[in-house]
């Protein structure tokens, strides 16, 4: 059942084009699931993942067989590293999932790949739906600006408590030549419909200066 489907003598051009036609199918499949698993997400690397399987498989079958074609590529896949934004864990998860369908289908393992795709895929989709394994309350950066002669290390304590469930002080640093500081914080609000509520607290305690809540980016999983 698992048998290669590439010919003893060689490739030919139905083998390929099944095989090809295999990967971009499970390409679309590991797309989708990607997704159908994020709220915010990147179309490139959407279109990554609906073609690396093929991609890699391209390169799997020219270099099959051939030592020095195959450290070549290597050396060439080493280099993209460094060309690559930070991605997620989850991103370099799906990355992975669909470059080993891509060397399954390389190798002419066809069923072994669909096999691949929808056990782990199944599995994927399930851990995505249990609010266990989601970020069901999301963090948000807070940013303050408070006036130099301020103490900012227990200023909005009371605030916090009251507000929020966590906060952390992840980055402090100085404004307009030094006059003002800049404070960022990392919260989980207790409840986010009084989101205004605690913005018009803290403007009365750091002087009506500016104060912004959004989403930080999805940099606490990263590789």
């Known amino acids: 059942m698992f048998d290669s489907i590439i ?7 139905g083998t390929a084009l099944v095989c090809t036609g295999v990967s971009l199918v499970l390409g679309v499949l590991s797309a989708v699931l990607y997704r159908l698993g994020t709220k915010r997400f990147s179309g490139s690397l959407i279109i990554t993942l609906v073609v690396l399987p093929a991609l890699v498989q391209t390169v799997i079958m020219l270099v099959n067989g051939s030592v020095g074609a195959g450290l070549a590529v290597m050396g060439a896949f080493s280099l993209v590293r460094f060309r690559s934004a930070p991605g997620s864990a989850r991103d370099i998860c799906f990355i992975f999932y669909s470059m ?5 289908t390389g190798m002419g393992y066809v069923a072994f790949a669909v096999l691949l795709a929808v056990s782990v ?3 994927l989709a399930v851990l995505g739906l249990i609010p266990r394994f ?8 807070l940013r303050i600006t408070i006036p130099e002669d301020m103490n900012y ?3 909005f304590t009371d605030i916090f408590e009251e507000f929020l469930s966590s906060s952390e002080l992840v980055m402090v640093r100085t404004t307009a030549m030094g006059t003002l500081f800049d404070l960022r914080y990392e919260i989980v609000e207790k409840d986010v419909t009084r989101e205004k509520e605690l913005i018009d607290k803290l403007r009365t305690r750091n002087g009506n ?7 930080i980016p999805d940099i606490g999983d990263s590789l």
């Open 100 to 104: 080993c369908i891509g060397l399954a």
């Open 134 to 141: 989601r970020d069901t309350r999301r963090k948000k950066l």
């Open 209 to 215: 200066l500016t104060i912004s809540i959004g989403v």
């Open 7 to 13: 010919p003893t003598g060689g490739l030919d051009l």
């Open 153 to 155: 290390t227990d200023a």
């Open 121 to 123: 895929g199944i599995v």
